[in-house]
């Protein structure tokens, strides 16, 4: 039984850990929602090219870690600003569904420009300095530096967000937009500088997440941004997508999940992938507004 | 006027593309050069590419190799393996590394009568019941036996966690030969699971751990083992790893770095103890085109060429069927990681070879024969 109950101990840090992640690329997926009512399919791949900005950074431009941390999240996210421009802007009065197949065409863009670009061959993001794979004991349990500085990172950018949503103006027009854009167009907001706001935040969070991620599973590939952005959706569905706090309830809920699935059957190890997608259908067929039930659309 | 006279030109460039194309052999080559286990791709590549430079010709004719990605994926293997048959017209095609990979390209080799052969696919499956599909290395009853013998004799281990992939057919397979023959000896395992692409196996780790195996056995590929060792360190495991073939690429060391010191392996080949005299020629000249020493998978790459090229020498002619039959007839041909005989079940019998990882090197430990 002691031995049990380290293992479970040791696995509640395991799933905070990897929910915590789960919980950042969320956010961004829920922000855009939020705002445009667009699942951005491609998030998952600017999360993956924000941790290759951060590798390029500092292994050919030799940057200090904390700059090309920083210089990643700026640039991806402008990168965030001009998929916005180039991809979704024209087609912001289209159906949705035109949007939602471009979010999956610039998917398939991104990784295949990494591929083109960066190559096929997974690269080795040995690039950080070693103190964040530091070990932390507590009780019997071992747990990676790293696992804190996710769990706070989260909830630091969390707090940004917030601030910025409640306290600022362009967070009160994002606000606006969220409910109606011609109306908050109409009060004098400049819909399409807000817009792209949301963009830029969004992507700087999955560069933000790419990069720890990538700390935690020190491998870059073009095609690493799939199953973490799926997950991450799935997180963002369950937590109520549009909603910033469901989001990282979600992300952590996701994550306790899949661990503990594991944890407690671990012959079930290699299918676990299936229990997030059956808990998104789930959640579809049970509960499509998620946990936190803020956006209930309303017909006319 | 003018039409015939375009006609003409057209029919003249065709004729002449036939006339070229009968000078060349075109052989077929079906590797992962991206994605999850590009690097496999990547040293069997090295390998042939290293081989047609040194023998560039058969039949007095000059020898194309036709090379086609399978971006690490079961689909699209098969639609490369039909691709070099349907468009390329290749009298044979080299490859895939993955067993499940061959496994997807291997029933269209056969129903179109090409001789696949691959470098590397270890899992018994790939070539039973098959006419077409053969390899140049051994096969997993006996790599997961080598691997259970040490354990036991070396390693001292009477207890091991067994981590299978699966979403392979290399991993299932060689998993279960080792516990066989593990549990038989008198072992116990804990057997866990997971599935390529995953990178988090702190859970199954945790699990593992908690029955204190005196050894962590992984069947996998590379980018599993070297997030999956760099988990298990920081988890506080301090034993050594094992693994099979599928361990060895210069990813596993650079993502894992000093995690996977203490890891050994089976393997076919290493460069500092080539078993034959063409394996002393290939590791010089290998070290003098790339600058590196080769790998077991570059080993088997440059092997894989030159029987499909000793068939086709053999059968004297680029009949498909005839290069089949050739293959399948080898004898003791002298190869890089070997001398090796092909048997009418498509297999070839080697002795295997279990090397370490210290301080980031993969440094030769013992050879065991069959």
Not at chain 1, 112 to 126: D, E, H, L, Q, Y
Not at chain 1, 182 to 198: E, R
Not at chain 1, 231 to 247: D, E, H, L, P, T
Not at chain 2, 60 to 78: M, N, P
Request: glycine share 10%; hydrophobic share 50%; aromatic share 12%.
């Amino acid at each position: 039984m002691d031995i049990g109950l380290n293992a479970l101990i040791q696995n509640i840090f395991n799933s905070l850990s990897l929910g915590g992640l789960y919980a950042l690329i969320a956010v961004g997926y829920t922000m855009v929602y939020g705002i445009l009512r667009l699942i951005n399919f491609a998030h998952g791949d600017i999360f993956m090219m924000g941790t290759y900005f951060a590798f390029y950074a500092i292994t050919a431009f030799f940057l200090p870690w904390y700059l090309g941390f920083l210089m990643a999240i700026l640039i991806t996210g402008l990168l965030g600003f001009s998929i916005e421009k180039i991809a979704y802007r024209p087609l912001r009065n289209a159906p949705r569904i035109s949007s939602l197949i471009t979010a999956i065409g610039m998917s398939f863009f991104l990784e295949s420009f990494a591929v083109v670009v960066f190559g096929g061959i997974p690269k080795s993001f040995n690039v950080y300095p070693k103190f964040f794979s530091d070990i932390i004991l507590i009780g019997q349990s071992r747990i990676p530096l790293l696992t804190f500085i996710t769990i706070g990172v989260t909830f630091f950018l969390f707090l940004i967000l917030w601030w910025i949503l409640y306290k600022t103006k362009i967070g009160l027009a994002m606000r606006a937009i969220s409910v109606d854009i011609p109306a908050t167009s109409l009060m004098g907001a400049n819909v399409n500088n807000i817009i792209s706001t949301t963009f830029v935040l969004g992507s700087a969070f999955a560069a933000v997440a790419g990069i720890l991620w990538a700390m935690k599973y020190p491998q870059v590939q073009p095609y690493m941004g799939f199953t973490p952005g799926l997950k991450a959706f799935i997180a963002a569905v369950i937590g109520g997508i549009g909603s910033i706090q469901g989001a990282i309830v979600g992300g952590f809920l996701l994550g306790f999940l899949e661990i503990m699935i594991v944890g407690f059957f671990p012959s079930l190890a290699g299918y676990r992938d299936v229990f997030a997608y059956v808990v998104l259908i789930a959640i579809l067929m049970f509960r499509p507004t998620g946990i936190f039930k803020i956006y209930s659309e309303q017909k006319v | 006027m003018k039409k015939v006279l375009i006609l003409t030109g057209i029919i003249a460039m065709l004729l002449a593309s036939f006339a070229i194309a009968d000078d060349v052999v075109k052989i077929g080559v079906a590797l992962p050069m991206t994605g999850n286990i590009s690097s496999f791709g990547q040293m069997v590549w090295q390998g042939v590419e290293l081989a047609n430079e040194m023998f560039p010709t058969v039949l007095g004719k000059k020898v194309e190799l036709v090379l086609g990605d399978t971006r690490s994926d079961k689909t699209e293997a098969a639609n490369v393996i039909s691709r070099l048959i349907n468009l390329n017209n290749v009298v044979g095609i080299l490859g895939e590394v993955a067993s499940s990979n061959t496994m997807a390209g291997a029933p269209i080799a056969e129903k179109y009568h090409i001789p696949l052969l691959s470098p590397a696919s270890t899992n018994p499956l790939v070539t039973q019941g098959k006419t077409y599909t053969s390899r140049v290395c051994f096969i997993d009853p006996f790599q997961g036996h080598v691997a259970a013998v040490f354990a036991i004799k070396n390693l001292k281990a009477k207890s091991a966690a067994v981590f299978t992939d699966v979403a392979q057919d290399y991993s299932v397979g060689l998993s279960n030969f080792f516990i066989k023959d593990f549990t038989a000896a008198g072992g116990v395992v804990y057997k866990e699971y997971y599935q390529s692409g995953d990178q988090d196996f702190s859970a199954q780790l945790t699990d593992a751990l908690s029955h204190n195996p005196d050894v962590i056995y992984i069947s996998g590929y590379y980018p599993e083992i070297a997030l999956m060792a760099k988990q298990a360190r920081q988890l506080g495991y301090k034993g050594p790893f094992l693994a099979g073939d599928g361990a060895e690429a210069p990813e596993l060391v650079q993502i894992a770095g000093s995690a996977v010191n203490g890891l050994y392996y089976t393997s076919h080949f290493n460069a500092e103890h080539p078993v034959t005299k063409i394996g002393q020629e290939f590791v010089a000249k290998f070290e003098e085109k790339y600058h590196t020493s080769p790998s077991a998978l570059a080993a088997l790459g440059f092997d894989d060429y030159l029987v499909m090229l000793n068939a086709i020498e053999r059968a004297g002619s680029t009949d498909p069927v005839k290069i089949n039959e050739a293959i399948r007839s080898t004898k003791n041909f002298e190869g890089v990681t070997g001398y090796i005989t092909i048997g009418s079940d498509g297999n070839a019998v080697k002795s295997a070879v279990i090397n370490e990882v210290v301080n980031g090197q993969f440094t030769y430990v013992t050879t065991i024969n069959p």
